[in-house]
């Protein structure tokens, strides 16, 4: 079993349900559903080609996978969680788009945010203490040879090289691509999530992520709300959609969002 610290938004968000159809995969149940067609891909290249964010999710890393140290516990490391974010407030990242990250598509702020940046290592340094430390195979097997030396620097003091100064956020929509199939799904994925990036995209919550073996999919384990609850109150992004039969004039969008939505939480 391993555990992560991420972001990702809540169940019923838009961004959640444009990234499961995107990725065929529902990030909280761990449960594939009906991935989206793109014209010019075959279903085998969707799959394919999406095959790795939807193994680990749809999220953006803050604290990368670790094993539990032997002293402690996942009632432990939930408690941890809970009192940290309640001294955390809410914050938004508000240019969140669609980028290409070297060799693959991913979402990524315009500009670094500051807020998130600055979350990112108070995480890494407040729950350093529930990490198994690395061993010699963990080490080989992520090729260290090819880190900077900052990098390397912060793979053995913190497990992740890409921590701190070195951290970039982003939530990955692809694997590696070859230069024609880039071209093929760039212009539908900037479709896809265009309305979901319309606005500001709120961190409201940190999510604890759990592997359950060795390869085996992520998924949601627990959502722990930033600030104190009391803050917390439903706006129109997070708020759950109505019954799209209760109204004859409902847009035929939000009849759409409510399907998707509906699907996301049920797998039907």
């Given at each position: 079993?391993?555990?992560?610290?991420?972001?990702?938004?809540?169940?019923?968000d838009?961004?959640?349900?444009?990234a499961?159809d995107?990725?065929g995969?529902?990030?909280?149940?761990?449960d594939?559903?009906?991935?989206?067609s793109?014209?010019?891909?075959?279903?085998?290249?969707?799959?394919?080609?999406?095959?790795?964010?939807?193994?680990?999710?749809?999220?953006?890393?803050?604290?990368a996978?670790?094993?539990?140290?032997?002293?402690?516990?996942?009632?432990?490391?939930?408690k941890?969680?809970?009192r940290?974010?309640?001294?955390?407030?809410?914050f938004?990242?508000?240019?969140?788009?669609v980028?290409?990250l070297?060799?693959?598509?991913?979402?990524s702020?315009?500009?670094?945010?500051?807020?998130?940046?600055?979350?990112?290592?108070?995480?890494?340094?407040?729950f350093?203490e529930?990490?198994?430390p690395?061993?010699?195979?963990?080490?080989?097997?992520?090729?260290?040879?090819?880190?900077?030396?900052p990098?390397?620097?912060n793979?053995h003091?913190?497990?992740?090289?890409f921590?701190?100064?070195?951290?970039?956020?982003?939530?990955?929509?692809?694997?590696p691509?070859?230069?024609?199939?880039?071209?093929k799904?760039?212009?539908?994925?900037?479709?896809?999530?265009?309305?979901?990036?319309?606005?500001p995209?709120k961190?409201?919550?940190?999510?604890l992520?759990?592997?359950?073996?060795a390869?085996?999919?992520?998924r949601?384990?627990?959502q722990?709300?930033?600030?104190?609850?009391?803050?917390h109150?439903?706006?129109a992004?997070?708020?759950?959609?109505?019954?799209?039969?209760?109204?004859?004039?409902?847009?035929?969008r939000?009849?759409q969002?409510?399907?998707a939505?509906?699907?996301?939480t049920?797998g039907?």
């Open positions: 079993m391993r555990y992560a610290i991420c972001f990702t938004p809540p169940i019923h838009p961004l959640s349900v444009a499961a995107w990725l995969r529902n990030v909280y149940s761990g594939l559903c009906e991935q989206l793109v014209a010019g891909c075959s279903a085998q290249d969707m799959a394919y080609y999406t095959a790795v964010p939807r193994r680990y999710g749809f999220h953006g890393s803050i604290k996978p670790f094993h539990l140290a032997g002293d402690r516990t996942e009632s432990a490391l939930l941890a969680m809970m940290f974010a309640g001294e955390i407030g809410p938004e990242i508000p240019d969140l788009e980028s290409w070297g060799s693959a598509f991913g979402l702020p315009r500009v670094p945010c500051e807020p998130l940046t600055h979350l990112a290592a108070r995480v890494v340094q407040a350093d529930f990490r198994a690395f061993t010699d195979g963990d080490i080989a097997r992520l090729n260290a040879d090819k880190l900077t030396a990098q390397f620097s793979l003091r913190w497990g992740d090289p921590v701190m100064d070195e951290y970039r956020f982003h939530m990955m929509l692809t694997g691509m070859t230069a024609a199939m880039r071209q799904m760039e212009g539908p994925l900037r479709i896809q999530f265009a309305a979901a990036l319309a606005q995209v961190v409201a919550s940190l999510a992520f759990i592997e359950p073996g390869g085996a999919p992520l949601v384990h627990s722990h709300p930033l600030g104190k609850l009391s803050a109150k439903p706006t992004r997070f708020a759950a959609p109505s019954d799209p039969t209760t109204s004859a004039a409902t847009p035929a939000e009849v969002m409510a399907k939505m509906r699907r996301l049920t039907a």
